[in-house]
């Protein structure tokens, strides 16, 4: 697959696993970011991986329920199928009928254990790393 030139640092960034500088700079549309929009990028992140919304983003962020949810609003623009995928197996957990990475069958909702938190992380790494190299953002 071709990358273009100015993503080069997004792919170098997930392959060092620093999925929050990668992230930050996917949100900012910028290859340069300071320690300050990456912070609030990592919240992003883990809030979009284990739940909550923008009221709980402000808190641990310490900003407004506004920026929190201007913030929210950009990462859903940024990366649109992670949501559309997250839709998707919400609606397959609810129907039962959804396997983890391992194989196991999961129940709605599920249980975070250490497998299935290893599970979220892996699986967001890997669909923002599939999706960008496919070109969807």
């Avoid at 999925?19 to 609030?40: F, I, N, W, Y």
């Avoid at 992003?44 to 709980?56: P, S």
């Avoid at 506004?66 to 397959?92: I, S």
């Avoid at 396997?99 to 909702?109: I, Q």
């Amino acid at each position: 697959v071709g990358l273009p030139s100015s993503r080069s640092g997004f792919i170098a960034a997930v392959n060092s696993s620093d999925l929050h500088t990668a992230t930050a700079q996917g949100l900012m549309k910028s290859e340069v970011v300071d320690a300050e929009v990456r912070r609030k990028a990592k919240g992003v992140n883990f809030l979009k991986a284990y739940g909550g919304g923008a009221k709980k983003l402000a808190e641990r962020l310490k900003i407004s329920q506004d920026e929190a949810k201007k913030w929210l609003l950009q990462w859903d623009m940024t990366y649109p199928r992670v949501p559309a995928y997250k839709m998707g197996q919400q609606k397959k957990w609810k129907s039962d009928n959804i396997t983890g990475l391992y194989g196991r069958k999961k129940r709605f909702p599920p249980v975070f254990d250490r497998e299935t938190e290893s599970s979220v992380k892996h699986i967001c790494l890997m669909f923002i790393s599939v999706l960008h190299l496919n070109g969807h953002f």
